[in-house]
């Protein structure tokens, strides 16, 4: 039997989407890569604990990134003044099309992997380009950080330029088999997931060959889905066979249902349908509040979205996005959730610290199976924070030491990080 | 005469509103506080000048802070679930009644001066507290940091709990002539600057003296001006004489007109006549969207203000908002705009970056004079940024540097800081 190990310090963590656990000089005990528990004394059936002691940092969830491009890391925070549709050509597509060089994807990605390494994320499901090659390269990369990951080859076949779109279903099928072989069950921290880019760029066709593969290899999904309303309209222009958006994914077997889970990003603007059916097949929003505002795609009705208990996580969606941080994801989302309310639906009131910190956490980590969280039976993802730099005038609670964690969290810094039990030697 | 002195380097200046120059390899050359330019070769009348040689940092000026609380820093990142009347009452009154206190206050401003420092701000404006000798004591070591700060001990006699508010006329005129005796003229680095809370703290009695005070002493003027509805249905009970909030401080000598600048913060809902006497008097607009977003203000036209004409720069406005960094307000400034312009108001496009970096530099400069661009004639204000940790796959340009500066701040150093020609030592 394996040894038991904790980490000992000032622990925080949701419960539910409600309630922030604070246990001040606790304890937080795991098996292997299994959480046993948080106590404010070691029970006696675990007594011989290996304990580290973390002294007066707070120790929190790994935090779960549920939507962000790799290969637009080394953009972001540029071409801010663009929308959705004008921002792919004249960003995203440019820049994905040099990913076909290996050389070129070795440079970006080693990049992306360090600082997703060093970042206050333990889990992420990350956009690759069309490119099979390059999106092995990312995997191999990612599967060095220790940091858990699903990393998809990205499917478009329409509406893309030339240079960059699968030349044909067949071509796209070809490459993305050859991109599966190489990648079902051949790492340990990293897997597949199949990614239609967004409906726009895949024919019917493609779809459904895709819902084949998913069928066939039993995998997760991730897309995104109803971010802006020209995007909409165009989708109902393309499939006027649907009634709405998600249908056009839902009819190939691309809509959640199965025990490998869908993601889709954003959301701003799902109808009541769109919105019940997400439910029912158990779709998981991935909630982009940088984004949704760099591209000026809108502010989704998160509150609404919770209170209906969809399942919900946050999403950097680097490049849309710029920031890597999940913390800031966080903040984004209680301030735009906000601006929301003040100025569109007043029926729908901001989100609460509470709500935001257990989208970052355990509502994301779901994702991944038992994540997110330091209930018994979770996997232990962990960051230790030392908020020393934050220090005030007068002594703040654990609860308040959070929230300013959060809200200020580049003063901070990641003293110790944990990916599924295993530690993340960072910087 | 003095030494002519330079920093060589990758420089970044705002010329107007709508122009970002940007040099490579380029020579920022000034004597003793002025600039003489910038230039691709040193000039031969300044041929022997000092030169420091940045390297490939990039050099850009000075940030300004209009409008921010120093006594309220110790809690940003707190309190985030209230609007601004119920935020004042929970958190600011008493949290700026413990400033009665010289020891407290001595250790509260110790922590907010050395954080400016080490911050890209070298220009503020600052409310203190009511109270004469905590506003000296945070004067006093904002003057050892060698920033370019304005400072106010704040004059508020009603509608505050007793333990704050001032308890006449009487006794607030002394404590602010008490103040005024111990500040005016006593610096080198700061100058006190007369601080009517806002007009609900305020009696038309209290107003009248403080305009009596600034006509005496020829003082600046800040205070917070159109944040929230609410306020201002209270003003208009409150003075049911007035046709507009801004008429308030107007009829008592307390918005613009003067040499000495008037500042007031928000202006989220200013109409068009208080528009116009803000334009005629040339009162500046201190922006602040990070606090409007998390108390739920609203987002202020501030397209149409640029385009009006009006003076505009940007505000942390701790602890509305949580962050220091006039950076951060750029960015906010543009993703609020975008957010206002797709939900609120098509009319009004969304700011450039451009325009956000203008109104942290040189909009909000000048404020304090000749501040905030590196043009001939103006102050040297400089910040040295090393973005290494930005770099990415591919090289970029000087402009594409300076906008992920902006956004993704947190990631680089301020390698050397300047304010009024003295190198500040920062960390």
């Known amino acids: 039997?394996?040894?038991?190990?904790?980490?000992?310090?000032?622990?925080?963590?949701?419960?539910?989407?409600?309630?922030?656990?604070?246990?001040?000089?606790?304890?937080?005990?795991?098996?292997?890569?299994?959480?046993?528990g948080v106590f404010k004394t070691i029970p006696p059936e675990?007594?011989?604990?290996?304990?580290?002691?973390?002294?007066?940092?707070?120790?929190?969830?790994?935090?779960?990134?549920?939507?962000?491009?790799?290969p637009q890391y080394g953009y972001r925070g540029l071409g801010m003044d663009l929308e959705l549709l004008d921002w792919l050509n004249q960003r995203a597509?440019?820049?994905?099309?040099?990913?076909?060089?290996?050389?070129?994807?070795?440079?970006?990605?080693?990049?992306?992997?360090?600082?997703?390494?060093?970042?206050?994320?333990?889990?992420?499901?990350?956009?690759?380009?069309?490119?099979?090659?390059?999106?092995?390269?990312?995997m191999d990369m990612m599967e060095e950080t220790g940091l858990k990951s699903m990393v998809g080859k990205v499917n478009m076949d329409r509406n893309a330029p030339d240079y960059l779109r699968e030349s044909s279903v067949l071509s796209a099928v070809n490459e993305t088999k050859d991109w599966l072989d190489r990648s079902v069950g051949k790492y340990r921290n990293v897997q597949p997931v199949l990614t239609p880019r967004f409906t726009p760029s895949c024919t019917d066709d493609l779809m459904e060959q895709i819902g084949k593969l998913r069928e066939q290899y039993d995998l997760p999904v991730q897309s995104h889905l109803?971010?802006?309303?020209?995007?909409?309209?165009?989708?109902?222009?393309?499939?006027?066979?649907?009634?709405?958006?998600?249908?056009?994914?839902d009819r190939y077997g691309l809509f959640g249902k199965k025990k490998a889970n869908t993601v889709m990003a954003h959301c701003v603007y799902s109808g009541e349908e769109e919105q019940k059916l997400m439910k029912k097949n158990g779709v998981f929003i991935a909630h982009c509040p940088e984004s949704n505002t760099n591209i000026a795609s809108g502010i989704a009705?998160?509150?609404?979205?919770?209170?209906?208990?969809?399942?919900?996580?946050?999403?950097?969606?680097?490049?849309?996005?710029?920031?890597e941080s999940i913390f800031r994801a966080m903040v984004l989302a209680i301030q735009v959730s906000k601006l929301r309310y003040c100025l569109v639906d007043k029926s729908l009131k901001p989100l609460t610290f509470e709500e935001a910190f257990y989208m970052g956490s355990m509502g994301g980590g779901e994702f991944f199976g038992k994540v997110g969280t330091f209930q018994s039976g979770y996997e232990?993802?962990?960051?230790?924070?030392?908020?020393?730099?934050?220090?005030?005038?007068?002594?703040?609670?654990?609860?308040?030491?959070?929230?300013?964690?959060?809200?200020?969290?580049?003063?901070?810094?990641?003293?110790a990080k944990y990916a599924a039990g295993k530690e993340i030697i960072i910087k």
Chains 1, 2 share one sequence.
């Open 226 to 249: 109803s971010e802006n309303r020209d995007e909409i309209a165009w989708v109902k222009k393309l499939c006027p066979w649907s009634k709405f958006y998600g249908e056009t994914y």
């Open 380 to 415: 232990l993802d962990a960051l230790v924070i030392n908020d020393n730099a934050l220090h005030g005038p007068y002594g703040y609670t654990l609860r308040e030491r959070l929230e300013r964690i959060v809200y200020l969290s580049e003063r901070c810094t990641i003293a």
């Open 301 to 323: 009705p998160i509150r609404k979205y919770l209170e209906d208990g969809q399942k919900i996580g946050l999403g950097s969606d680097m490049a849309g996005g710029s920031a």
């Open 46 to 70: 675990y007594a011989g604990a290996q304990i580290r002691d973390c002294g007066n940092h707070v120790i929190i969830p790994g935090l779960a990134d549920l939507h962000t491009h790799a």
């Open 93 to 138: 597509f440019p820049e994905e099309a040099r990913f076909s060089v290996r050389e070129y994807a070795e440079n970006a990605y080693r990049i992306f992997a360090r600082d997703m390494k060093n970042s206050a994320t333990t889990r992420l499901c990350i956009f690759a380009t069309r490119h099979a090659d390059a999106t092995v390269c990312l």
């Open 1 to 36: 039997m394996k040894k038991i190990k904790g980490l000992k310090g000032q622990i925080c963590f949701s419960s539910d989407r409600k309630t922030i656990i604070v246990m001040e000089n606790a304890y937080l005990l795991y098996r292997d890569n299994e959480i046993l």
